[in-house]
């Protein structure tokens, strides 16, 4: 089981910022499939500050959004099912709350944006009415005051001619116009923390920019960012946490993770990463070889055990656990714990 | 409001459809078996070749096809469908007086069957793979295979004869109970509207099996479309966001499952809407309902001419103002439909 040292690893720079508003600890999630059961969420735990911007990356399959939805609570189950661990929101742990009390938390302290804003939304309900209902119903809210809510929320996030916008349905908005419209949803109940599963992977280069400024903007809110870009995690996030096969296997800020990975994971990760060759413009993509191994079947030592370089025979018969390595980071691998103790 | 521009285009468009329905109509009637003038004119006239000729002359029957069209068009227009020959009233008025027992039992039946299919679709899809789920499947299986005649005679069978709980096949009302003065045509509302207790409790008393027995396909296909289309909005990711914002149930029923999984259903429901005419038929002759379908049976049986095209431009005239009446509620429900993408 994963267990990490959360605190003074981010640099303190006020007390304010050493408020953590979010707190998962040991989550563990299983899918119920028809070949066995899926370990699909290992133990993973986690803490956000206030404003801190946290990113989440790994391959697709990882557990990224399992983790999200279930942090939420918001998993279908069946076919699966969220065995063990808390998530503290504030002090208050979601796992253990009433429907009722749970209702008053999701969209109010914590809430979440999604990939594809256009299934996101109810087609037949005014983009308006959706940006507003949660908060309406919280606060008892008129409808013209509701109405003004989801104007000025789509304000907020650059909706242009926001009055009419909120009238309309959101297959009449651009995809672009309706990620924002997305993101104002979650924001309206003012959310301490925000989880965001891809929200930009489906948009051009040119939008998923803007949505990324309009993200940054937002400095009081901690965020909860999934991704596969790591270029996105570069300019976004003040920390980030690599997950393989459901298990978190590096943390650190991001400067470290990204000019010296520890795990050996996290540096195939860096390396596949397309890069723009000067010269000739052409995008290389450098594969990590290998797959994934079967999370109906985990092995009894390190996931990556099968696509590493650099293991050793201990690797394939215990499961490393998460240890501080260097200054900043925390990484599950017994060669890069025993060269970081050599040194 | 988009909604009524909507519905004026919508029923715009069913004038073509009507025209078309009427032209079709009018030549097969002419292809009708069986030699409605023998018929009428008995085996004397019949093979008289100067009453024929006369005969023809006096209907018109003489004249080129288009020619007699045009005219049944204007008589049309004018409200005339012919005379009966068999009623020997107009064809008008022998619908107008026999369509209010046929709508008063078509609606009962879809109430009927909407209400409680919607409420066992619902339940299935809410208990799905569950015992709840497995009875309503066996109840829509069974309510929309069994044919109406046969199904119309159990029901007679168990609620009538063993029972006790309804009554026989005797029409609308007991012979004892007066009927409701006329405002609607339809005995329980005019009974309600007339004040007369005794009228309404025994023409609803009378109605219930007859819009049982027509409604049970409808059961049937209402629930099992429901239960499939709700399956589909309980998965669907917009209700993942609505749980995310701390919706609580009640408006995540309302307002998100609702609506949603009723624009599938009711699509369906307005595709069979021709199936619950022509149940009407059956379910009118075996309750002794006097209605259009028992006017058509008989007109059917009688070869008589102007009563059978009538009907059957009735038919086809409710089919098509239904199946607009649909298409407005469908686009009502859904703003894609509606605005257009
Ligand atoms: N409905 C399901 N039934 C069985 N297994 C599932 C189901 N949904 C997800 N899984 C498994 O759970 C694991 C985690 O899935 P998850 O969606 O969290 O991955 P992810 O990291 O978000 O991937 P991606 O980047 O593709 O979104 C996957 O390996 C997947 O096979
Ligand atoms: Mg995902």
Same mark, same amino acid.
């Given at each position: 089981?994963?267990?990490?040292?959360?605190?003074?690893?981010?640099?303190?720079?006020?007390?304010?910022?050493?408020?953590?508003?979010?707190?998962?600890?040991?989550?563990?999630?299983?899918?119920?499939?028809?070949?066995?059961?899926?370990?699909?969420?290992?133990?993973?735990?986690?803490?956000?500050?206030?404003?801190?911007?946290?990113?989440?990356?790994?391959?697709?399959?990882?557990?990224?959004?399992?983790?999200?939805?279930?942090?939420?609570?918001?998993?279908?189950?069946?076919?699966?099912?969220?065995?063990?661990?808390?998530?503290?929101?504030?002090?208050?742990?979601?796992?253990?709350?009433? +429907?009722?009390?749970?209702?008053?938390?999701?969209?109010?302290?914590?809430?979440?944006?999604?990939?594809?804003?256009?299934?996101?939304?109810?087609?037949?309900?005014?983009?308006?009415?959706?940006?507003?209902?949660?908060?309406?119903?919280?606060?008892?809210?008129?409808?013209?005051?509701?109405?003004?809510?989801?104007?000025?929320?789509?304000?907020?996030?650059?909706?242009?001619?926001?009055?009419?916008?909120?009238?309309?349905?959101?297959?009449?908005?651009?995809?672009?116009?309706?990620?924002?419209?997305? $993101?104002?949803?979650?924001?309206?109940?003012?959310?301490?923390?925000?989880?965001?599963?891809?929200?930009?992977?489906?948009?051009?280069?040119?939008?998923?920019?803007?949505?990324?400024?309009?993200?940054?903007?937002?400095?009081?809110?901690?965020?909860?960012?999934?991704?596969?870009?790591?270029?996105?995690?570069?300019?976004?996030?003040?920390?980030?946490?690599?997950?393989?096969?459901?298990?978190?296997?590096?943390?650190?800020?991001?400067?470290?993770?990204?000019?010296?990975?520890?795990?050996?994971?996290?540096?195939?990760?860096?390396?596949?990463? =397309?890069?723009?060759?000067?010269?000739?413009?052409?995008?290389?993509?450098?594969?990590?070889?290998?797959?994934? +191994?079967?999370?109906?079947?985990?092995?009894?030592?390190? +996931?990556?055990?099968?696509?590493?370089?650099?293991?050793?025979?201990?690797?394939?018969?215990?499961?490393?656990?998460?240890?501080?390595?260097?200054?900043?980071?925390?990484?599950?691998?017994?060669?890069?714990?025993?060269?970081?103790?050599?040194? | 409001?988009?909604?009524?521009?909507?519905?004026?285009?919508?029923?715009?468009?069913?004038?073509?459809?009507?025209?078309?329905?009427?032209?079709?109509?009018?030549?097969?009637?002419?292809?009708? +078996?069986?030699?409605?003038?023998?018929?009428?004119?008995?085996?004397?006239?019949?093979?008289?070749?100067?009453?024929?000729?006369?005969?023809?002359?006096?209907?018109?029957?003489?004249? =080129?096809?288009?020619?007699?069209?045009?005219?049944?068009?204007?008589?049309?227009?004018?409200?005339?469908?012919?005379?009966?020959?068999?009623?020997?009233?107009?064809?008008?008025?022998?619908?107008?007086?026999?369509?209010?027992?046929?709508?008063?039992?078509?609606?009962?039946?879809?109430?009927?069957?909407?209400?409680?299919?919607?409420?066992?679709?619902?339940?299935?899809?809410?208990?799905?793979?569950?015992?709840?789920?497995?009875?309503?499947?066996?109840?829509?299986?069974?309510?929309?295979?069994?044919?109406?005649?046969?199904?119309?005679?159990?029901?007679?069978?168990?609620?009538?004869?063993?029972?006790?709980?309804?009554?026989?096949?005797?029409?609308?009302?007991?012979?004892?109970?007066?009927?409701?003065?006329?405002?609607?045509?339809?005995?329980?509302?005019?009974?309600?509207?007339?004040?007369?207790?005794?009228?309404?409790?025994?023409?609803?008393?009378? $109605?219930?099996?007859?819009?049982?027995?027509?409604?049970?396909?409808?059961?049937?296909?209402?629930?099992?479309?429901?239960?499939?289309?709700?399956?589909?909005?309980?998965?669907?990711?917009?209700?993942?966001?609505?749980?995310?914002?701390?919706?609580?149930?009640?408006?995540?029923?309302?307002?998100?499952?609702?609506?949603?999984?009723?624009?599938?259903?009711?699509?369906?429901?307005?595709?069979?809407?021709?199936?619950?005419?022509?149940?009407?038929?059956?379910?009118?002759?075996?309750?002794?309902?006097?209605?259009?379908?028992?006017?058509?049976?008989?007109?059917?049986?009688?070869?008589?001419?102007?009563? $059978?095209?009538?009907?059957?431009?009735?038919?086809?005239?409710?089919?098509?103002?239904?199946?607009? $009446?649909?298409?407005?509620?469908?686009?009502?429900?859904?703003?894609?439909?509606?605005?257009?993408?």
């Amino acid at each position: 089981m994963s267990t990490v040292t959360v605190t003074s690893r981010i640099g303190l720079s006020s007390p304010e910022e050493s408020k953590a508003v979010l707190k998962v600890s040991d989550l563990v999630v299983e899918y119920h499939t028809a070949r066995g059961i899926a370990q699909a969420v290992n133990g993973v735990t986690f803490t956000v500050h206030a404003g801190e911007k946290l990113a989440i990356v790994g391959e697709s399959g990882c557990g990224k959004t399992a983790t999200l939805l279930a942090a939420l609570r918001l998993l279908p189950s069946p076919p699966s099912k969220t065995v063990r661990g808390s998530v503290e929101v504030d002090g208050t742990d979601l796992m253990t709350l009433g +429907p009722k009390a749970l209702n008053e938390i999701r969209g109010r302290d914590i809430s979440i944006v999604f990939q594809d804003a256009l299934s996101a939304f109810n087609p037949v309900l005014t983009v308006g009415r959706q940006i507003s209902e949660g908060v309406r119903q919280q606060r008892k809210l008129s409808k013209a005051a509701a109405h003004e809510l989801a104007v000025d929320m789509l304000a907020r996030v650059g909706v242009p001619d926001p009055d009419q916008r909120a009238k309309q349905y959101p297959h009449q908005l651009s995809g672009g116009m309706r990620q924002r419209a997305m $993101i104002a949803m979650a924001l309206a109940g003012e959310p301490k923390v925000l989880f965001a599963d891809e929200p930009t992977t489906a948009l051009d280069v040119t939008v998923q920019a803007q949505i990324l400024d309009l993200v940054r903007s937002f400095k009081d809110l901690a965020i909860v960012w999934v991704s596969h870009d790591l270029g996105v995690v570069a300019g976004l996030a003040d920390r980030v946490i690599v997950m393989y096969s459901g298990f978190v296997v590096e943390e650190g800020p991001v400067e470290d993770i990204f000019h010296s990975p520890k795990h050996p994971y996290t540096a195939a990760l860096l390396r596949s990463i =397309p890069r723009t060759d000067e010269m000739s413009g052409t995008h290389e993509l450098v594969s990590i070889p290998g797959s994934p +191994p079967d999370l109906v079947a985990l092995p009894a030592g390190c +996931p990556f055990y099968d696509r590493c370089a650099v293991r050793v025979d201990r690797c394939a018969t215990d499961r490393p656990t998460l240890e501080r390595v260097g200054d900043t980071q925390t990484v599950a691998c017994w060669v890069a714990q025993a060269k970081d103790i050599a040194s | 409001m988009g909604i009524l521009i909507f519905a004026l285009r919508r029923f715009l468009l069913a004038i073509p459809t009507l025209l078309g329905l009427l032209i079709v109509t009018f030549i097969l009637a002419n292809f009708m +078996p069986g030699d409605p003038l023998a018929r009428l004119l008995g085996d004397v006239g019949g093979s008289n070749p100067e009453t024929v000729a006369a005969y023809r002359a006096q209907w018109g029957l003489d004249r =080129p096809l288009w020619e007699q069209f045009f005219i049944y068009v204007g008589n049309l227009l004018q409200g005339d469908l012919g005379q009966s020959t068999f009623t020997r009233r107009g064809v008008m008025e022998d619908l107008l007086s026999f369509l209010p027992a046929t709508v008063e039992l078509g609606v009962a039946a879809i109430l009927f069957a909407g209400i409680i299919g919607l409420a066992l679709g619902s339940l299935a899809a809410l208990f799905h793979n569950k015992w709840p789920d497995f009875l309503v499947r066996a109840i829509a299986l069974l309510a929309s295979g069994v044919p109406v005649f046969w199904l119309g005679l159990i029901a007679l069978q168990v609620f009538y004869l063993q029972l006790g709980w309804s009554p026989g096949p005797e029409g609308r009302l007991s012979s004892r109970v007066n009927p409701p003065p006329r405002i609607t045509g339809a005995y329980t509302v005019d009974s309600i509207l007339s004040a007369d207790s005794v009228a309404f409790w025994d023409s609803l008393a009378h $109605i219930v099996l007859p819009a049982a027995v027509l409604g049970a396909f409808f059961l049937g296909l209402v629930s099992r479309m429901m239960r499939a289309s709700m399956l589909d909005v309980l998965k669907a990711p917009y209700l993942m966001t609505a749980r995310s914002k701390g919706l609580n149930t009640r408006t995540i029923a309302q307002f998100h499952v609702l609506p949603n999984a009723l624009i599938p259903t009711i699509t369906v429901v307005g595709l069979a809407i021709g199936g619950l005419l022509a149940g009407a038929v059956l379910t009118e002759t075996v309750f002794s309902w006097p209605g259009i379908g028992r006017y058509a049976v008989d007109a059917a049986k009688a070869l008589d001419y102007q009563a $059978i095209l009538g009907v059957t431009l009735l038919i086809g005239f409710v089919y098509v103002i239904t199946n607009a $009446i649909i298409d407005v509620v469908y686009a009502a429900l859904d703003p894609r439909i509606r605005l257009g993408s």
